[in-house]
């Protein structure tokens, strides 16, 4: 079966954010989310107004990727930069924590996040099957783009990949 970590990480995030948005009312901006900066390390709010989908969608990426729990601080070292001081040396700056606590917190209530208690948060089983559903579905997008490909695949894999239209 194809996993979340086989199929491009930039497309499997753009198809989660799409599904997010359509899907799962629990998760959407909160009123002041158009008007923040992501990090001290920004000089200006995201100037996508689906920025709050796709941070959602990479947040679950990242759950599915590190397979044990992460806190908000490791988040927040994630999504942080390097800030500009000017003409003094530029330092790194840990990202938003309440961007980050907020997304958890709806994701949790969409029931595609648990919370382990003293240690961070994981994917549920059924965020792990949304991922790997959209990972295939992503993968079918990429072989019908270039069939070529197909002779990579595993065979249980090619027969699911062309039964299903």
Do not use: C
Request: charged share 30%.
């Amino acid at each position: 079966m194809v996993t979340a970590l086989e199929v491009p990480a930039d497309r499997l995030i753009e198809k989660l954010a799409e599904y997010l948005k359509e899907n799962v009312p629990q998760v959407k901006p909160l009123e002041w989310a158009y008007y923040v900066k992501t990090g001290a390390h920004k000089e200006k709010p995201p100037d996508d107004p689906d920025w709050w989908y796709y941070r959602a969608a990479s947040i679950l990426r990242k759950l599915y990727k590190s397979g044990e729990p992460v806190g908000i601080e490791t988040f927040r070292t994630i999504y942080g930069g390097r800030k500009n001081y000017g003409s003094a040396p530029e330092h790194f700056v840990k990202g938003s924590g309440s961007i980050v606590r907020k997304i958890l917190q709806q994701l949790e209530q969409a029931r595609l996040v648990v919370k382990v208690e003293g240690r961070g948060r994981t994917l549920s089983p059924q965020g792990r099957a949304l991922l790997d559903r959209i990972a295939f579905d992503v993968m079918v997008e990429i072989v019908r783009e270039k069939p070529e490909l197909a002779k990579y695949l595993p065979e249980n894999v090619k027969v699911k990949l062309f039964r299903r239209k």
